[in-house]
């Protein structure tokens, strides 16, 4: 496949306001989609640009999706999305599989979190259960739950069944909350993923599985997070209506999370891909774009039936890893403001691969950085809570700029019923570390009256690191992808304070 010249920046074609088009490699086959006003689209590299295209041209791919957060990524951008109703890729679900986003509506007003002792309480009592950073797990939490290896086991075979919750102490009614509350095998069963699980046992693939157990109900690294939050409720009749359905309480306390499968599914994909890299390479199989990181594997074969099976397992461990982090947080707001509620709003993945209905057939839909967006009357909805308003998206921003609660439109078609899962990074992290201002990042935060858990901010973590968040979401609004509900205000993040204060 050919590859862009050095120093030359692959050409958009603008289609709208906030669409264009990139031909796809030798302008054959359907162009890729571009979601982004001229700012977003002109702030897309080159590097980006020729991972898209790379991916575009790849074996099976009938479509490709930059949403206005892409950047550059792990064999495809963060913030795209591939179709293939042939053909299954790892590199574009990434090294954390289903990583997601959730959100817990408490019933405490504003005021309850005014004050900074209790919110440096509420932080307090989320760290005694929650544990932060990179390898960390329930050694960490004293009041954490305590899971053996054989309730993880359950946890990633089952998902969020009725057993496992009623262990973990999660909710029942909570898994109704999920945009998928469990995940089968490649045949549609739980004992290919028991099986599966056991043959990786075996193959020794987990040095010490139990510690990896253990990370249930923790925050990783990197752009890992909680953030409670004040919602704030557009005021047109739409957004009250879809808020009330969603069960949004506007003027009061919320807690937002992002993070996904932490080591256990780390482990899974990277295994995956060390995996199909050798067969490639004993097979004689070209890559795509000469990009390691873009192998591939034909459904129906054993190496597709392997991924979907540790996808699966992946996934429903990010389910119950969110879920418990959720019970964790309002079992800590309790304690610290007795007599509060909560419940939780929606969970929702952004690195995952799901067999969905696109252009009338049957394909597997990969979204790396990207989240569902299903409007009212989406034939996946029927029959859910959210059959007549589109399900909750949930997308982060910045502690700054905020975060928002949208609920997808009709024109959500055109990037395949997705959008981006944020704001996208503009700076790399070692740019970040290296070129950013410690002081001005945390008197940004110390003005905007938000805390945090770390001595100092992240610099990589900085808002200051990401796309501008108010012309991202314009530029979903803009295209006709989704319209936001509420916007949410932090008061206080949890990072891996660790990493920040080293």
Partial sequence: MSKVEPGKRPEIVATGEATGLLPAPGDRGKPITVIGTRKIRDGFDAGCLQQALNARGAPGVTDLVLNPDAHLGYGAPVGCVLVSPTHIYPGPVGVDIKCSMSLLQLDLPASAVRDKPTRRALIDAILERTPTGPGRGQRQARKSRKINEYLGKRAAIEGASQEVCAALEIPAEWAGCCEDAFHLGHDGS??????RLER????????????????????????????????????????RKTADAFGLK???????SHCGSRGFGNILAQGQFRALQRKFAEWSIPLPGDDRELVYAPLGTPEADDYLDDLALGA???TLNHLLINALVLEAFQEVIPGAQGRLVYFISHNIAREEIVGGRKCWVHRKGSTRAFPAGHPALKGTHFETTGHPILLPGNPAAGSVVMVADAGAEKSCYSVNHGAGRCMGRKAATR????????????ELDILSNCRQ?????????YKDFHEVLRSVETAGLAT???KLK??????DSAQADD
């Fill in 316 to 318: 429903n461990f990010a």
């Fill in 250 to 256: 506007d003027g009061c306390v919320a807690f937002l």
């Fill in 200 to 239: 990786l046992i075996d193959a020794e693939l987990f040095r010490d599985l139990g510690e990896k157990f253990r990370q249930l109900g923790s925050y990783g690294g990197g752009n890992h997070f909680g953030e409670c939050e004040i919602v704030q409720v557009n005021q047109d009749e739409r957004a």
């Fill in 457 to 465: 901010y992240p610099k990589d973590e900085a808002p200051a690191a």
């Fill in 484 to 486: 936001t509900v509420a």
């Fill in 490 to 495: 932090a008061r206080f993040v949890i990072k």
């Fill in 190 to 195: 739980a004992e290919a993923l028991e099986g």
């Fill in 435 to 446: 070129e950013l201002n410690q002081q001005k990042i945390d008197q940004e935060l110390e």
